[in-house]
């Protein structure tokens, strides 16, 4: 979801020009919503729970595009007032100034992966409404609200609706099972860590890696492999010096006769 921060009266009784600088302010309200997609009064006051009209407020919406595609996409504001789209910190759409609902789009090429997203909007009175719109390979170019996978914990606090954490395993470098071995190297259960999933258990991560880094937990589960492989090795060895050693199961003497005669 976007995170939004709501600042009633940010330049206390004056109007809205544009924008304001909000670094100093504390918000009314931080709420986390599900789309940037309000029409009118009625649905602001709605999500927001304030009573009266949307008259002298600032809001910023935090969130996360996360694209599957890569390619060049649309970004819409459709406003009344202002409104500003930013993504990666770079301001794709300005719709700003103070005017009567206005609908502004601008293309952009965005990459395969997460892009942080900041919409800025304000509002006057009369009229009041905020609306973001993309569309693209993602959406097979159907004009669609903007989601948000998830949005910037430090700006917004935790995402409620955020999967919980999962330590990286490596079941499937380590052989099944073989973790209490380990323990020596410096290896431990992977259900022992807290967010492991219980279908990865076997699996066994290095407690000199950090949870999440992914080379420092390749790279030692590598070592430990060929380790392994060092000790099946001496053990095959070792079968094969001992088959030598073997003492012969002793013969029949040439041209003797059976004790079992029939």
């Known amino acids: 979801g976007w995170c939004s921060k709501w600042y009633y009266n940010p330049n206390g009784v004056a109007r809205i020009p544009r924008f304001p600088d909000v670094s100093k302010l504390h918000p009314q309200e931080v709420k986390d919503i599900v789309v940037i997609g309000f ?13 009266g009209g949307m008259r002298h407020v600032a809001a910023e919406f935090w969130g996360t595009l996360s694209i599957f595609a890569s390619g060049q996409y649309e970004v819409c504001s ?16 300005d719709n700003g100034g103070h005017m009567s609902v206005r609908n502004k789009c601008a293309k952009t090429v965005l990459r395969q992966g997460d892009h942080k997203v900041l919409v800025k909007w304000y509002q006057n009175g009369g009229g009041a409404q905020v609306n973001v719109f993309y ?3 993602d959406t097979k170019y159907e004009k669609v609200l903007m989601p948000s996978s998830w949005h910037d914990s430090d700006t917004c606090g935790p995402n409620p609706n955020a999967p ?20 020596p190297l410096g290896y431990q259960k992977c259900t022992d860590k807290p967010g492991c999933k219980k279908t990865l258990e076997g699996g066994c991560i290095p407690d000199s890696c950090k949870s999440g880094d992914k080379k420092c937990i390749q790279e030692a589960a590598v070592k430990v492999i060929t380790m392994d ?24 003497p040439p041209g003797g006769s059976s004790m079992l005669a029939s």
Request: proline fraction near 9%; aromatic fraction near 2%.
């Open 78 to 93: 459709l406003s009344d007032e202002g409104s500003h789209v930013y993504i990666d910190g770079e301001e794709v759409v």
């Open 135 to 137: 569309s693209g390979p």
């Open 164 to 183: 919980p954490e999962a330590c990286d395993c490596t079941a499937k470098l380590v052989p099944e099972g073989a973790c209490a071995d380990y323990k």
């Open 229 to 252: 492989r060092r000790a099946e090795r001496a053990v095959q060895a070792s079968v094969r010096a001992t088959s030598t050693l073997s003492v012969p199961p002793p013969s029949s």
């Open 39 to 51: 029409k009118n009064h009625h649905e602001l006051q709605n999500a927001l729970h304030k009573p």
